[in-house]
């Protein structure tokens, strides 16, 4: 019986414990979540397929993506992301080559980066990997390091941050 007491009492104790935590880490989820929803998520999903093709030396898509982004930002009445993303969106949507595209794509990431970094959001989804050929960042899903900005020469150059 008294075997008993101590372990209830011991397991009272843990979730005391555990409770505020178990609480911190769903406030962590939730704030994940606010800062993710639309049209965030769709300018991060336009941002990776314009990663992607710039990664696999393509512009083609590149145009229809970015605008896409700076529609979204423009039309979104809670002004989540900043009219520079807009902006920025806009001048990769007319690159013509893909010199003009990588340029156009650096600050671009940068301002992505920076909105997910300071939201404290995507944690665990969207790596930011940088090169230090380039001088530059950008974000990716996945696991192994796809280079926007040395394509097929150096597809793998660069590193996580995160």
């Given at each position: 019986?008294k075997l008993l007491k101590s372990v209830a009492?011991?397991?009272?104790?843990?979730?005391?414990?555990?409770?505020?935590?178990?609480?911190?880490?769903?406030?962590?989820?939730?704030?994940?979540?606010?800062?993710?929803?639309?049209?965030?998520?769709?300018?991060?999903?336009?941002?990776?397929?314009?990663?992607?093709?710039?990664?696999?030396?393509?512009?083609?898509?590149?145009?229809?993506?970015?605008?896409?982004?700076?529609?979204?930002?423009?039309?979104?009445?809670?002004?989540?992301?900043?009219?520079?993303?807009?902006?920025?969106?806009?001048?990769?949507?007319?690159?013509?080559?893909?010199?003009?595209?990588?340029?156009?794509?650096?600050?671009?990431?940068?301002s992505l980066i920076k909105y997910l970094t300071?939201?404290?959001?995507?944690?665990?989804?969207?790596?930011?990997?940088?090169?230090?050929?380039?001088?530059?960042?950008?974000?990716?899903?996945?696991?192994?390091?796809?280079?926007?900005?040395?394509?097929?020469?150096?597809?793998?150059?660069?590193?996580?941050?995160?």
């Open positions: 019986m009492c011991l397991l009272l104790a843990i979730a005391i414990v555990a409770l505020p935590s178990a609480s911190f880490a769903a406030d962590e989820k939730m704030m994940d979540n606010s800062a993710l929803m639309q049209p965030v998520k769709s300018v991060l999903d336009h941002y990776l397929m314009i990663q992607a093709a710039l990664a696999r030396d393509s512009i083609k898509g590149v145009d229809e993506n970015a605008s896409a982004i700076a529609k979204a930002v423009k039309g979104d009445e809670m002004k989540m992301l900043s009219s520079d993303v807009a902006t920025q969106a806009e001048s990769l949507a007319k690159a013509t080559d893909l010199k003009a595209a990588r340029a156009a794509f650096k600050p671009l990431s940068n300071d939201r404290k959001a995507g944690i665990g989804t969207y790596h930011e990997a940088f090169c230090p050929m380039a001088g530059a960042s950008w974000l990716q899903t996945e696991k192994s390091i796809k280079n926007p900005y040395m394509g097929g020469a150096m597809s793998s150059c660069g590193e996580f941050k995160n």
